[in-house]
């Protein structure tokens, strides 16, 4: 069938099967060609395409234990972010780290090590995994952690499921006292003042900022920033107490059918950014927001993408060393403005240290992603902005990336060549591959 990410670009048609259990293994692994594994679709590109065959996750749905002293849960690598939060948060655990969508399955959440707004202080979702399963191309079960099979750990956490099939994961979930976060927006002029309030935030363990990538000259990269800290139930007003780990109610908008294409433009989405920015800052003070518009705002709307049109859009994520932040985000901001292309989900987080995985995207200092709908120009304004990344010593996200070239690659994944050399020692190659990794030659 014709599948795609959830930016909608690339399609490609591809053979598909659905994995139940190790038992289906044998079959899968003997068939001609190459695979890869995909969970819900939630990379935005072509990460989880294989054209020979994607091999569908959802199968493995089970939750196979959970030790509440420890808060270690053990699942299958099919199992959803969201049905996680809908068992255990009304129980009072939180997953550690979590993405911008809750729709996305753990095997999925592990092949990208996935970052969120606590990266400054909590790292990836990997550095909280205890261990995984993992079908390999020789056709073995192999259980990995950071003691056995260390290498090959390594090289699956953001390995976008090139070293083998996530069958199961175990995992450290983090205790609550309730699913409200106590978050404050504060507004920023500019870009510069936008990272010195990042800077002064360290002590908030959740930050983002919401940019305004059509303004220019001195208003370039005004902001709002929000940070959050989890509550404690006795920081929670009356009206909220007497449920204090309560879930967000279960209604989402639809959106039926694609949006005309010329409905994002940088006369729509400039009329948008000033009332947002008007909006949050008029927003003064600490208040308590529920965990799911806190962390998932664009849950709420259901097939959000369709927002860009028939031809869908690509997301672009990159991320800075602290020492070139300033500069390139100002020349990336610059270039878009330039272009006039309008995206009204601009994004720029902090990062702390980078993580253990060979291929994990984040590292010390700025990360930025931006929507823009495909159009004429769009591809190569994306090429440009990969080239400002990559002459400021930057990288860009896999899970996001649509065109990067495989030289840049190279450039910004040190460790791209042990990656390399593990997937080739374990025959990796020879069975799992992507889209992403025929373009970048992995």
């Known amino acids: 069938m014709k599948l795609s990410g959830w930016g909608r670009y690339p399609v490609v048609d591809c053979g598909t099967a659905t994995l139940r259990g190790p038992e289906d293994l044998g079959g899968v692994l003997a068939r001609r060609g190459t695979l890869i594994a995909r969970g819900q679709g939630r990379s935005y590109a072509d990460a989880a395409l294989n054209r020979d065959l994607t091999l569908s996750t959802l199968g493995l749905g089970r939750m196979q234990a959970f030790d509440a002293d420890t808060g270690v849960l053990t699942c299958e690598a099919g199992v959803g972010l969201d ?14 780290v979590v993405p911008g969508t809750k729709f996305v399955t753990v095997g999925g959440m592990i092949a990208a090590d996935v970052h969120g707004k606590n990266h400054h202080r909590d790292g990836t979702f990997g550095a909280h995994v205890e261990a995984l399963t ?36 175990s995992f450290r979930m983090q205790p609550i006292e309730t ?42 990269g005004r902001s709002l920033v929000l940070r959050g800290a989890p509550m404690r139930r006795r920081a929670l007003p009356a009206a909220l107490a007497s449920r204090p780990l309560r879930l967000a109610p279960e209604g989402r908008i639809r959106v039926p059918v694609d949006a005309p294409s010329l409905l994002l433009n940088r006369w729509s989405v400039g009329l ?7 909006r ?5 003070g600490p208040r308590p927001v529920h965990f799911d518009p806190f962390f998932f705002p664009l849950d709420r709307i259901d097939g959000w993408n369709r927002l860009y049109g028939r031809r869908g859009f690509v997301q672009y994520q990159c991320v800075l060393s602290a020492g ?69 010593g930057g990288r860009v996200y896999f899970a996001k990336d649509a065109c990067c070239r495989p030289e840049r690659m190279r450039e910004g994944y040190p ?4 990656f390399d050399a593990l997937r080739k020692a374990w025959g990796a190659p020879r069975k799992f591959a992507s889209e992403l990794s025929r373009r970048l030659e992995l």
């Open 415 to 418: 460790q791209h060549a042990a």
């Open 280 to 284: 949050g800052r008029a927003r003064a």
């Open 134 to 169: 993992l079908a390999t191309a020789d056709g073995g079960i192999r259980v990995c952690s950071r003691t056995q099979d260390a290498d090959l750990f390594r090289a699956t956490l953001g390995g976008m499921g090139l070293t083998g099939v996530i069958l199961s994961a």
């Open 272 to 278: 948008f950014n000033g009332l947002y920015h008007r």
């Open 83 to 96: 049905d996680i939060l809908r068992t255990f948060v009304p129980r009072g655990w939180f997953p550690p």
């Open 179 to 220: 699913s409200f976060v106590l978050a404050e927006t504060v507004a920023a002029a500019d870009l510069d003042a936008a990272m010195a309030v990042f800077e002064a935030s360290h002590d908030w363990p959740y930050s983002v900022a919401w940019i305004d990538c059509l303004a220019r000259g001195r208003r370039l």
């Open 324 to 392: 070139e932040s300033a500069a390139g985000l100002a020349a990336l901001l610059g270039r878009v403005s330039v272009a006039g292309q309008g995206s009204f989900l601009a994004v720029l987080k902090r990062f702390g240290p980078a993580g253990e995985g060979l291929m994990s995207f984040p590292a010390e200092g700025y990360t930025l992603a931006l929507d823009l709908p495909l159009r004429r120009g769009t591809l190569a304004l994306v090429d440009a902005l990969d080239g400002i990344t990559h002459a400021h």
